[in-house]
C-alpha cells in the first residue's frame, strides 16, 4: 500500500518561503503516476494547489503561479512543493496525493502538513 507522508510545513511572515516534501513508496504493478498538492484552509473546500506528472509535466493553480514550484526526486519517490511570496491567504493544511495512471490504480492522500503565514 501506499502511503504519502508530508514534511516541511511550519510558520513564516508574510513574504517568507516554505518548501513542502511528499515522499511516497509501496507502488505494485504500472500504478507509479504523477502526485498532486492539494490544500484545505478552515472553513473551506480542499483545493487543487500544483501537480507534476510522471514525465515531469507541472501544473498550477492560478492564484500560485509565479510563486510556487513543483519538482521531482524520482530516485527517492519524493516531490517538493517549493512555496515562495507567501501570503496569509496561503495558510491552509496541505496533502499530497497520488496520480496513478490508470482509473484501476487506487489513489492514495497524504495526512497534511500545516503551512501558516503570518502578516
Known amino acids: 500500500q501506499v502511503q504519502p507522508v508530508e514534511s516541511g ?3 513564516v511572515q508574510a513574504g517568507g518561503s516554505l ?3 511528499c515522499t511516497a513508496s509501496g507502488y505494485t504493478g504500472d ?3 504523477g502526485m498532486s498538492w492539494y490544500r484545505q484552509a478552515p472553513g473551506k473546500e480542499r ?3 500544483s501537480g507534476i506528472s510522471i514525465f515531469g509535466t507541472t501544473s498550477y493553480a492560478d492564484s500560485v503561479k509565479g510563486r510556487f514550484t513543483i519538482s521531482q526526486d524520482s530516485a527517492k519517490n519524493t ?4 512555496m515562495n511570496s507567501l501570503k496569509p491567504e496561503d495558510t491552509a493544511m496541505y496533502h499530497c496525493k497520488t496520480d496513478p ?3 484501476y490504480c487506487i489513489t492514495y492522500w497524504g495526512q497534511g502538513t500545516q503551512g501558516t503565514v503570518s502578516s
Not at 516531490?79 to 517549493?82: E, I
Open 9 to 11: 510545513g511550519g510558520s
Open 47 to 49: 483545493e487543487f494547489v
Open 31 to 33: 500504478c507509479r503516476g
Open 101 to 103: 495512471p490508470f482509473t
Open 79 to 82: 516531490v517538493d512543493l517549493q
Open 19 to 21: 518548501t513542502l516534501s
